[in-house]
C-alpha cells in the first residue's frame, strides 16, 4: 500500500497544475535529507523524469523542481546524478534557461523566462561533477543564442570588466555569437555578473562549472587558447574576479586559476604582463591577499604598481579557503625558476609575510611557509632546481622564526 510521500511523489506528472505545484512544493524539504533519496527512486527513477520535464512547466514549479533535483544531485548519489546528467535533452534545456532566456520577462502564467537562470547555473555546476558530462560539454555545441532585449548598454573597462549602465528603453544585444556551449557559458557569466543582464540573475554558480571543467586537459587548453569567435582568451576574461564582491564567484575563479596553474607550459604566460600580451596575473592573485600595510622602501622597492599605497580600507579576502588557494596557485606558478625569479622581483615575500603575521588559520599559516621556502631558497645547480616544484616540502633550513 502506497505511502502518503510515494502518494505525493506520484503527484508529479498529474495533469492539474494545482496538484503539481502542491507535490514539488511539498517535496522540497524532503530532497534536502540524504535518508530521502530513495524517495525519489520510485518506479525505476520516474520521479527523477518528472522532475526533468517539470522545469518547463510554470514559473513556481520550475522553480521548486530545479531545487529538489540541486538538493539531490549534492547528495553524491551516483545513480541520481547519471540519471540527470546523461539526459542529452534535459541538460540541453537547462543551458538554454541559462543562456538563451537571459532578457526574456516571465511571462504571466506559462514559462518563467529568465526568473530560474541562477537554479539552472546551479544545477548544472552539480551536474558536471559527472566527468562523462564534462567532457561532453567541452566540446558541445548548439545554436547561436538569439538577440534578446535588456535594459543595461555593455562595456569592458580597462581592467577587463563588463560595465553595465541602464537604460530608460529596452536594448538589443546579441550575448554570443559563437555556438558552442562553453563560450556561450562564458559570455553570460561575465557580461551578466551583478544583474547586469538579468535582475533575476547573476549567473555565479557557472565560477564552479568552469572550476570543475578547468580540471581537465581539454577545460583547462580552452581556458588558456585565444578563442575564434571573440579573439580573447577566457582565463582573461576571468581572473578580474578575484576581489568581486560574491563569495560564490570568487571561489570558482580561484579554483579555475588554480587548475590552470597547473600547465606548466603556460607559466610564462599567466605571468606576463598585460601589455606585452601577457595574463598579467600576479595582481588578481596577490590583491586579495594584502592588507592595508604601508611596506618600507625596500620592501616597496620592485613591487607591483596595484600592491603600493593600498587605500587605508583595503581589506584581505576574508574567506580562508580562497587564501589557501592563492597560495598555493602561487606555489604552483613556482615551479620553474623563471616563475621563482618574477614573484621575486616583484616582491611577493613581504606581501606573504604580512598575511602570516595577520592570518592565523592552520591552511594559510601552512601555505605562507611552504611558498616562502620556495622563494628563499638558494637556487643552487640545476639538480636543485628540479627540486624547487610545487611539492617542496618545509625544509628544516627554514624554520618560521628564520623566515619571517
Known sequence: MPTDLEDLISFLHHGNTQIRQVATNHLVTYSSSPSQITLFKHNDLEPLRDLKLLIRDYAQISQDALTIMINLTGCGDAEVLECLSR?????????????????????????????NADLCCALLANLVKDDELARRLLKAERGVPPRTKVRVKLKTNERGEVEATKTDEPVSVQISTSKRVLDQLMDVF?????????????YDYLAYVFADLSKFEEGRRYLLERQEYDGVVPITKLVVFTEHGSLIRRKGIAS??????????????????????????LPYLLL????????????????????????????????????????????????????RDVMRKVKVYPIVRELHLKREAEGIQEGCVRLVNVLMRDEGGEEEQKHNSIKAKEDDDYKIEEVF
Open 190 to 202: 561575465v557580461k551578466g555578473a551583478n544583474n547586469s543582464l538579468n535582475p533575476n540573475a547573476n
Open 288 to 339: 586579495p591577499l594584502a592588507g592595508n600595510e604601508e611596506f618600507d622602501a625596500e620592501d616597496s622597492d620592485g613591487m607591483l604598481v596595484e600592491l603600493q599605497l593600498l587605500p587605508p580600507d583595503k581589506e584581505r579576502e576574508g574567506d580562508n579557503e580562497i587564501v589557501a588557494t592563492h597560495l598555493e596557485t602561487l606555489l604552483l606558478l613556482g615551479t620553474e625558476k623563471n616563475g
Open 87 to 115: 539526459d542529452d535533452g534535459f541538460v540541453g534545456e537547462v543551458v538554454r534557461k541559462i543562456v538563451d532566456d537571459v532578457g526574456a520577462p516571465a511571462e504571466k502564467g506559462q514559462g518563467d523566462g529568465s526568473a
Open 256 to 281: 579555475t586559476i588554480k587548475n590552470c596553474a597547473f600547465e606548466v607550459s603556460k607559466h610564462d604566460y599567466l605571468l606576463g604582463d598585460e601589455s606585452e600580451g601577457g595574463v598579467g596575473l
